[in-house]
């Protein structure tokens, strides 16, 4: 089975601050890697898909790059709205697989 | 506009049984691989099982394989987990999902408690 190593596990950051959240794969998964927001109590949103399609609708402040085994989410200016948990899932093969998560707090 | 709308969850015992339920519209639903997926209260999400569009191929995370049974009927446009020997740690908000998209369910709270 694939593993996804995802980090940092948590991150404090400021308004307007730039983020990157990283995600490692244990064996090459091409572009098939999509980032998700969680908020609590919320069903996850896609934001990215094929590691650098960013979903319509999602700002663009977010972007997504990588492929094989190594892929970075990038928030460029942090708003007071991501503040929030972010997920890699690979979606190469099944057992499809979520890295441990990102949250994403207020310094 | 495209729904998903899960069913069946609540408070099992140890052991016990529990079939929850995804109802699907907005979209071709047997051309489609579809997903469960699981939240622990406070923990990070979990795929638990996915299944082909024809229902011919079935998959499972290795904590849920033997003991869960994934389904679907295209006729209905749904989509079914069968749970079985139920542990303390199935406890979980469950969603059901077209992955990887942006379809999502809102989820069914599961809890295995005596």
């Known amino acids: 089975d694939i593993q996804m190593t995802q980090s940092p596990s948590s991150v404090s950051a400021s308004v307007g601050d730039r983020v990157t959240i990283t995600c490692r794969a244990s064996e090459d998964i091409g572009s098939w890697l999509a980032w998700y927001q969680q908020r609590p109590g919320k069903a996850p949103n896609l934001l990215i898909y094929t590691a650098s399609s960013l979903q319509s609708g999602v700002p663009s402040r977010f972007s997504g790059s990588g492929s094989g085994t190594d892929f970075t989410l990038t928030i460029s200016s942090l708003q007071p709205e991501d503040f929030a948990t972010y997920y890699c899932l690979q979606a190469n093969s099944f057992p499809y697989t979520f890295g441990q998560g990102t949250k994403l707090e207020i310094k | 506009e495209v729904q998903l709308v899960e069913s069946g969850g609540g408070l099992v015992q140890p052991g016990g049984s529990l079939r929850l339920s995804c109802v699907v519209s907005g ?26 569009g024809g229902g011919i191929g079935t998959y499972y995370a290795d904590s849920v394989k033997g003991r869960f049974t994934i389904s679907r009927d295209n006729s209905k446009n749904t989509l079914y987990l069968q749970m079985s020997s139920l542990r303390a740690e199935d406890t979980a908000v469950y969603f059901c999902a077209r992955i990887p998209s942006k379809y999502w369910g809102q989820g069914t709270l599961v809890t295995v408690s005596s």
């Open chain 2, 27 to 52: 979209f071709t639903f047997s051309s489609f691989a579809m997903s469960w997926v699981r939240q622990a209260p406070g923990k990070g999400l979990e795929w638990v099982s996915g299944i082909s």
